[in-house]
């Protein structure tokens, strides 16, 4: 009876090889999950930038002398964890577009892993940085134009290193992020030396790698303090003071989490309005969320057009609005116009950045084979001009909706001549608070790398305003109406992120990436030992 249970047990040699693989496996899996949740609980609305260093940290600690198969659990595990979290709030519209996305954006993270040289910790510390870099630089891009949501710069506007931007943007604060997390790595190395026993390879060998982990801790540490010291004393944007401006941002409140297609647009401008006829002279500027007059004919003769007319000439200012106007059956415009205090339109901006799925569907036809599109009746057409408008108030940068995400849009506008960013945009559409905390993150981001003050307006919240170093001075609540003034100051300056831009720091990290190529041992684990010296086979630095 005992024989037969014992045979029943029997696993072969080959089972247990496959059994020992896949436990293995789903180890790395598992560590590249924890990780990559670390990052999203940094990102809003969670906000625990700590978090991310602690994720990069435990990624660099296991990358070392990994294989390519192992990288890949790690890399993709990381992904799922970071972009299951930071992208849930997709699953409010789809549960298949949310996997997708996750996945899609996984893979950049994976990607990101699997380039990094890892045969030798120092080419981890050089590489793992510039492979991140590079990773958000493609994932901003591709596809369909790129999807920053959820990304590891959002999660870092309110750390000590968030300076870090005014010299390379969201890209170098990305790099920084995982710099920080691999100076914990080595740190976490070095202690780990110091307890490990001194007689496997002698007192003289023990006296070197200790000072090898010295020198690399303060290193490391020097490069990740001096970059963002490096950006707090550069130029902040901040030229000939002009005259300041007096602003008042309205958001009409409302209901979230409901969609345009199911909601009735006069309503909502309706609700804006009433909540303007509460601002009093004397106001410079009035801005109004996007997308609030909508309409399918030329908006200037709409009796909606003629009543922020009256708005503008009875506070006698600037009034900005978004516009939304059909443009036949299957397109429409996405706009902002600006009235100046004579009632004319004297600018208008056409949105360059759609949101795929949400204001157009690529490959409509085929889409439609196998998916219902009628959450998405229209297709936006993309202007192509700076986002930059002439006002009588002053030049300003805009940036509508969405493209607050993309660093260049900002850059782009303040390039032209922007000297206060305003953000109209719409995020009723969201029940949680995820979008509109990441938007407002990403405000402060473009705030700290143009060194311009941002205005964001929004129908629901959140509607803010901003200074040049990222401080939100007031902010509205959620859901409720109300109508946001200040007074902010026009700036002239120029950052360094102004000049130089995304490619100057993605070609950067792309060099950096190839160095960590000469720094990889020649062979892993021992190679740093001296001849003689052997270490257990199962070991690992």
């Known amino acids: ?12 040699p080959a089972e247990g090889r496959w059994r020992a693989g896949v436990y293995q496996s789903l180890q790395y899996l598992g560590v590249g999950l924890v990780c990559g949740a670390l990052v999203a609980f940094s990102i809003p609305p969670f906000g625990f930038w700590l978090l991310a260093w602690l994720g990069f940290a435990g ?52 990607a990101a892993v699997l380039i990094v040289p890892s045969r030798g910790w120092a080419s981890v510390v ?10 958000d630089w493609l994932r901003a891009r591709f596809p369909l134009g790129g999807f920053p949501l959820g990304g590891v710069a959002l999660g870092q506007a309110l750390s000590p290193t968030v300076p870090a931007v005014r010299l390379g943007g969201g890209l170098l604060l990305t ?17 780990l030396a110091l307890r490990g026993p001194s007689s496997v390879a002698g007192p003289e060998l023990s006296s070197r790698t200790l000072l090898k982990d010295a020198i690399g801790v303060v290193a490391i540490a020097a490069i990740a303090v001096a970059i963002p010291i490096a950006g707090w004393l550069s130029p902040s944007g901040s030229g000939v003071h002009h005259s ?20 009735d647009p006069e309503v909502v401008f309706q609700r804006h309005l009433s909540a303007a006829a509460g601002i009093h002279p004397p106001v410079d500027l009035v801005v109004m969320p996007e997308g609030i007059l909508q309409t399918d004919q030329a908006f200037t003769s709409t009796v909606d057009a003629d009543q922020i007319v009256a708005l503008a000439e009875r506070l ?12 036949g059956s299957k397109h429409y415009l996405n706009e902002v116009a600006a009235w100046s205090s004579s009632g004319s339109v004297v600018s208008v901006y056409l949105k360059n950045h759609r949101v795929p799925f949400g204001e157009y569907i690529p490959w409509r036809s085929f889409i439609s084979r196998f998916f219902n599109v009628s959450e998405v009746p229209l297709d936006a057409i993309a202007g192509h001009s700076p986002g930059y408008m002439t006002t009588p108030a002053a030049p300003l940068g805009v940036m509508i909706s969405y493209e607050v995400f993309f660093d260049e849009r900002a850059r782009g506008g303040v390039q032209v001549g922007g000297q206060v960013l305003v953000v109209p945009t719409n995020t009723a559409s969201y029940r949680s608070s995820q979008v509109p905390t990441q938007e407002l993150a990403a405000a402060r981001l473009r705030a700290w ?16 305003v901003i200074t040049p170093s990222g401080k939100v001075v007031v902010r509205s609540a959620l859901g409720h109406r109300a109508v946001v003034q200040a007074v902010v ?28 190529a000469l720094l990889a041992q020649p062979r892993w684990p021992g190679s740093d030992l001296p001849r003689g010296v052997r270490r257990h086979s199962g070991s690992r630095v």
């Open 1 to 12: 009876m005992l024989s037969a249970r014992l045979n029943r047990t029997h696993v072969s």
């Open 59 to 110: 990624l660099a600690a296991f990358l070392p002398g990994r294989s390519m198969a192992e990288k890949a659990l790690l890399g993709f595990g990381a992904g799922l964890g970071q972009f299951a979290i930071g992208l849930a709030w997709v699953s409010e519209f789809s549960i298949p577009g949310c996997v997708a996305l996750i996945v899609v954006s996984a893979i950049f993270v994976c």
């Open 126 to 135: 050089v590489g793992l940085p510039a492979a991140f870099v590079l990773s």
């Open 175 to 191: 790099g920084e992020t995982v710099l920080v997390g691999v100076l914990l790595a080595q740190v976490f190395r070095s202690a």
């Open 244 to 263: 300041t401006l007096r602003v008042a941002l309205v958001q009409g409140g409302g209901e979230r989490g409901t969609r345009a297609i199911h909601t």
């Open 316 to 327: 006698d200012s600037t009034v900005i609005a978004g516009v939304e106007q059909d443009v």
């Open 449 to 464: 790398e143009t060194g311009r003050w941002v205005l964001q307006v929004t129908p629901t919240g959140y509607t803010a």
């Open 489 to 516: 100051q026009r700036e002239t300056g120029r950052t360094v992120y102004v000049d130089i831009g995304d490619s100057a720091i993605a070609i950067g990290a792309l060099l950096l990436l190839l160095g960590s």
